[in-house]
């Protein structure tokens, strides 16, 4: 803070405790998960957090179903007695269409380095994002008989078409390198990238490219690429995407998506000891829930 005194400016320092509290909550969607999620009077923004963590199984813009439901235990920052922010979430269920997901948040005694992991220690990442951009609607699914818009014939379809607006970012599934950038027939502009020997994933109709990628660029998974567009034979802007494995097309909706690494060996007594009572505590907050929620159904 700077302040005036006798005509001279004068920096001082105010340093502030942050108090850091643990909170809960507990939504049941209804319509949406934003409004769930304001109905239970959490965050756009920690809601967003919940979609990071799960969105390697659940995808939000297809999958959620009425009944779905969800908890959270999360941190809460607070300054001389008043809310400043949202913390980091401790640990989290989601029950989506009958399934249910757990995640918890451990921090690596060696690298200091904290992710989400399963209760038996699995990594929630993925090497691949389920999708690579924000979309509004898929406007053509992966199949082998597939009527072209333009060309006017019947096809296979070996990709997904993801509709969004012009200029959406696209982003790259996974770590990996460009192999390709350019035109690439009626795919209009392409950029293909590599991920290490058995995956490849392609990305066409864009509209531009990332200026600092080139081929042989490495990039990271979650990296933006390329801009959503309509370029080569393409209706209106949107992501084609294909996923290839050894070479060979493979659904991207569907296929099987190899994990990241799980807790080391040496750290799962740590992991264990560190995470079960954060699991006894979400299990009681959901079942508390449950339990209230039926009692105000009944009434």
Do not use: C
């Not at 220690?121 to 818009?149: C, D, E, Q, W």
């Not at 502009?189 to 600092?212: E, F, P």
Request: aromatic content about 10%; glycine content about 8%; proline content about 4%.
């Amino acid at each position: 803070m700077v302040e005036r005194k006798s005509g001279v400016l004068v920096a001082k320092t105010y340093n502030h405790i942050i108090e850091t509290r643990e909170a809960h909550a507990h939504g049941v969607i209804e319509s949406s998960l934003f409004l769930a999620a304001q109905k239970a009077g959490i965050s756009q923004n920690l809601i967003m957090e919940l979609a990071g963590i799960f969105g390697w199984d659940i995808d939000f813009a297809l999958d959620i179903r009425k009944g779905d439901n969800f908890t959270v235990l999360y941190e809460e920052l607070f300054r001389n007695g008043e809310k400043i922010s949202d913390g980091n979430i401790l640990a989290a269920e989601f029950t989506n269409n009958g399934k249910t997901y757990r995640a918890v948040r451990y921090t690596n005694p060696q690298t200091n380095r904290s992710e989400y992991f399963t209760p038996d220690g699995k990594s929630m990442k993925k090497a691949f994002l389920r999708t690579p951009v924000n979309f509004s609607r898929i406007s053509s699914r992966f199949t082998v008989n597939r009527y072209h818009p333009i060309l006017h014939k019947f096809r296979s379809h070996k990709g997904v078409d993801y509709a969004a607006k012009r200029g959406t970012p696209i982003h790259a599934a996974g770590d990996g390198k460009v192999i390709f950038k350019g035109k690439k027939g009626g795919y209009g502009n392409v950029i293909i990238l590599q991920h290490g020997s058995k995956y490849s994933t392609l990305y066409a109709h864009l509209k531009s490219y990332n200026r600092k990628l080139r081929k042989g660029s490495k990039v990271k998974q979650g990296q933006t690429i390329a801009y959503v567009g309509s370029s080569g034979l393409a209706t209106g802007p949107h992501l084609h995407y294909e996923f290839r494995v050894n070479g060979t097309h493979r659904n991207p909706l569907t296929v099987h998506l190899p994990e990241s690494k799980p807790v080391p060996k040496r750290y799962m007594a740590d992991f264990e000891l560190t995470t079960t009572p954060v699991f006894a505590q979400l299990d009681l907050v959901t079942r508390s829930s449950q339990l209230a929620l039926a009692d105000t159904a009944a009434e």
